[in-house]
T-cell receptor, first 115, second 115 residues
């Protein structure tokens, strides 16, 4: 297993454009999480899935953000009409449903820059 | 709401010396897990050490150990014999055993190792 993969690693987009990020979790992990991390800060929770069900969304996840996890495998995070304030590192992590004791396995993140 | 606070934005230590990073947290839960994660520059977040709240014994992993004070809600990380490869952002994180299954992170401490 190669761990949690995120694509792309970097994305530069113009304000107002839509972007989509992909996350491939560890195959046997049924939980998948999205976090946002701004420079010099800790990761902030956005949303998580158990299998294909989206179980919780943060108030940080405005209507411009949508996440999916079809078939309970990979996940996508889409940001519509990007704003400069969306510039951040977007982290994906996965775990087993009983994984609170072990923490999460994180991907390397997608760094978004909105110009 | 559960919160995690790291009051040291930056720390530095001489190579081979010992350094302690501080973390406090706030929760009304009695059963939870605490973690320290390491995030090297432009690299993924890696689990360093974890502590189960119901265990009084402090966790250790090679050169890394914690001082867990449950009553004080304090969870510090001690790095012994610091090495250049220890330079990174360090994040303290919390997750309850029951209820909201998401890691809550502190703001991070940037650790610099001086050769």
């Amino acid at each position: 297993d190669t761990g949690v993969s995120q694509d792309p690693r970097h994305k530069i987009t113009k304000r107002g454009q839509n972007v989509t990020f992909r996350c491939d979790p560890i195959s046997e992990h049924n939980r998948l999480y999205w976090y946002r991390q701004t420079l010099g800060q800790g990761p902030e929770f956005l949303t998580y899935f158990q299998n294909e069900a989206q179980l919780e969304k943060s108030r940080l996840l405005s209507d411009r953000f949508s996440a999916e996890r079809p078939k309970g495998s990979f996940s996508t995070l889409e940001i519509q009409r990007t704003e400069q304030g969306d510039s951040a590192m977007y982290l994906c992590a996965s775990s087993l449903a009983s994984g609170s004791a072990r923490g999460y396995t994180f991907g390397s993140g997608t760094r978004l820059t909105v110009v | 709401a559960q919160t995690v606070t790291q009051s040291q934005p930056e720390m530095s230590v001489q190579e081979a010396e010992t350094v302690t990073l501080s973390c406090t947290y706030d929760t009304s839960e009695s059963d939870y897990y605490l973690f320290w994660y390491k995030q090297p520059p432009s690299r993924q977040m890696i689990l360093v050490i974890r502590q189960e709240a119901y265990k009084q014994q402090n966790a250790t992993e090679n050169r890394f150990s914690v001082n867990f004070q449950k009553a004080a809600k304090s969870f510090s990380l001690k790095i012994s014999d610091s090495q250049l490869g220890d330079a990174a952002m360090y994040f303290c994180a919390y997750i309850p055993v029951q209820g909201a299954q998401k890691l809550v992170f502190g703001q991070g401490t940037r650790l610099t190792i001086n050769p």
